[in-house]
């Protein structure tokens, strides 16, 4: 380990806030991911801020790295036995009530059994779109960048992760997330700090920097790169409060975690079970891959198809809305259009369009995403 390290674990180790702890932790972790102690440390983060099964997966893994170095820890053996056990009894009590919510009105289905979606025209406009943005990037990169901080902004919204004021909103889309210009939230949002949510908003445009260049560059798509993905937006937002956690960097598969999410009329619909999304993800990527070097026929009709799949796999347990309007925005960058930008205003609209492209319908999602890119672009234009 190197000597400043040491030093700076030593003496300043244990400072700082929930937050701060587990990045620095995170940090030695990468860098020394051969010693167990930085494992297990965050193993103790985790389960302190309640993310049980995240804090089993990083004390199994410092388990295995011992038993590597012909070491064990009768400690931490029983606390893999311990949560273990906890998170399985939880996954199968979370499972058996998601069973008793149903009749479900749009049951799981196998992402292979969802019919790609060909033959189907570009939106109307579309050409128009494509030149308005192929010259913002061409002559005036400004009006992109302010796409891409309005994209932000309402993707966040649209999870109700932060509410802004259309003030507040405008000023950051305008002028930059600079120190200078403040923020203003509605009266209920979950987020208030001026500082987290900017950096909320700057993690964002950190990680369209990757899909972007994944697009452009036509690399192939894994389950780990939309792990990573997950990790980068999530980065700031994971936190909730000082003691509380949103797991990221694995998925449903090693949570164990059932959802079950609320659809037209409030009537529950059934994602992917937890013991699926491995399979279903690789699946996903694989269709990419094959798709992507073609240059997708139609880019609004893949777009269509990765959204539906992608949300209905729901790798893992929140950000996925934001996780699949980046991912679905790939065929799209590739053909030369800004990538996916759905405000408030669409959000009921959007939900109805995913019900009809659930039944091989995906006019009204191809629709509503052309509208909330167009929508995006004439409000930036207009600032």
């Known amino acids: 380990m190197d000597p400043q390290h040491r030093t700076e674990m030593i003496q300043h180790g244990n400072e700082g806030t929930l937050p701060q702890l587990v990045k620095r932790y995170e940090r030695m972790h990468e860098l020394y991911p051969q010693l167990p102690y930085f494992t297990a440390r965050l193993g103790d983060l985790f389960r302190y801020m309640g993310a049980e099964s995240l804090a089993v997966f990083y004390y199994r893994q410092a388990k295995d790295d011992l038993y590597e170095?012909?070491?064990?820890?009768?400690?931490?053996?029983?606390?893999?036995?311990?949560?273990?056990?906890q998170a399985y009894n939880q996954a199968v009590h979370d499972a058996n009530t998601a069973r008793l919510a149903g009749p479900y009105s749009e049951p799981w289905k196998p992402t292979a059994l969802h019919e790609f979606p060909s033959g189907l025209p570009f939106p109307h406009g579309h050409e128009e779109l494509l030149a308005k943005w192929t010259k913002s990037k061409n002559s005036d990169s400004v009006l992109s960048e302010r796409y891409l901080r309005r994209t932000a902004i309402d993707s966040n919204q649209l999870e109700s992760i932060f509410l802004l004021t259309k003030e507040s909103s405008d000023d950051l889309t305008l002028s930059g997330l600079g120190d200078a210009i403040p923020v203003h939230c509605q009266p209920?949002?979950?987020?208030?700090?001026?500082?987290?949510?900017?950096?909320?908003?700057?993690?964002?445009?950190?990680?369209?920097?990757?899909?972007f260049n994944?697009?452009?560059?036509?690399?192939p798509i894994s389950p780990d790169f939309v792990?990573?993905?997950?990790?980068?937006?999530?980065?700031?937002?994971?936190?909730?409060?000082?003691?509380c956690y949103v797991t990221t960097g694995i998925t449903r598969a090693e949570t164990l975690k059932t959802v079950v999410i609320r659809g037209e009329r409030d009537h529950p619909i059934?994602?992917?079970?937890?013991?699926?999304?491995?399979?279903?993800?690789?699946?996903?990527?694989?269709a990419m891959n094959i798709n992507m070097p073609l240059k997708w026929?139609?880019?609004f009709a893949a777009a269509s198809w990765i959204y539906l799949v992608l949300i209905r796999c729901h790798p893992?347990?929140?950000?996925?809305?934001?996780?699949?309007?980046?991912?679905?925005?790939?065929?799209?960058?590739?053909?030369?259009?800004?990538?996916?930008s759905i405000s408030l205003s669409l959000q009921e609209e959007c939900q109805r369009a995913i019900g009809r492209a659930y039944i091989g319908d995906h006019s009204a999602l191809m629709g509503v995403l052309f509208k909330g890119m167009r929508q995006t672009l004439e409000q930036v234009e207009a600032l």
Not at 316 to 340: C, K, V, W
């Open 316 to 340: 893992f347990e929140d950000g996925n809305g934001r996780l699949t309007r980046m991912i679905a925005s790939l065929p799209l960058i590739q053909h030369g259009y800004p990538p996916i």
């Open 297 to 299: 026929k139609n880019p």
């Open 69 to 85: 170095l012909g070491d064990d820890d009768e400690v931490l053996d029983n606390l893999v036995l311990e949560l273990g056990m």
């Open 214 to 219: 994944i697009a452009e560059n036509q690399k």
């Open 188 to 211: 209920l949002s979950s987020i208030t700090e001026s500082p987290k949510i900017k950096q909320i908003l700057k993690d964002m445009l950190d990680t369209y920097e990757v899909v």
């Open 270 to 286: 059934q994602l992917c079970p937890y013991g699926d999304v491995t399979k279903e993800l690789n699946y996903i990527c694989n």
């Open 227 to 243: 792990t990573q993905i997950h990790k980068g937006f999530m980065d700031t937002c994971r936190f909730i409060g000082e003691t």
